[in-house]
């Protein structure tokens, strides 16, 4: 079992036929998987999760949209990490995680 950390950016738009509601939603269905969520601040995920960094990451972030969105995931643990979609400063973000991948 892995315990992530996921925090986001979704601009408030529609995009694709989707709302941002529609890509919040998203967010927090692709992460759960009835392990454990903690969801109560609005775009800080603490997530409990039997798959690996890259795959849990790919799988949070299917219905965000790359040019409009973001998204940060993090195993304390082994500090592994992934990053998607609209990073204005992606330099400083690999200056904190330099061997984050980019999905």
């Keep these: 079992m892995f315990t992530y950390c996921v925090t986001f950016r979704i601009k ?7 709302t941002y509601q529609n890509r919040y939603d998203s967010i927090i269905e692709n992460a759960y998987e009835g392990e454990g969520l903690w969801d109560e601040p609005t775009s800080f995920l603490l997530i409990a999760s039997d798959l690996h960094t890259n795959e849990f990451a790919k ?3 299917k219905g965000l949209s790359r040019q409009h969105d973001m998204a940060f995931i993090f195993d304390p643990q082994d500090k ?5 979609g609209d990073i204005e400063d992606e330099d400083i973000l690999l200056s904190f ?3 984050a991948t980019k999905i």
Excluded: H, L, R
Aim: net charge positive; hydrophobic share 40%; with cysteine.
């Design 80 to 84: 592994s990490a992934c990053y998607f």
């Design 12 to 18: 408030n738009a529609t995009i694709g036929g989707k």
């Design 97 to 99: 995680f330099p061997k």
């Design 59 to 61: 799988n949070v972030v």
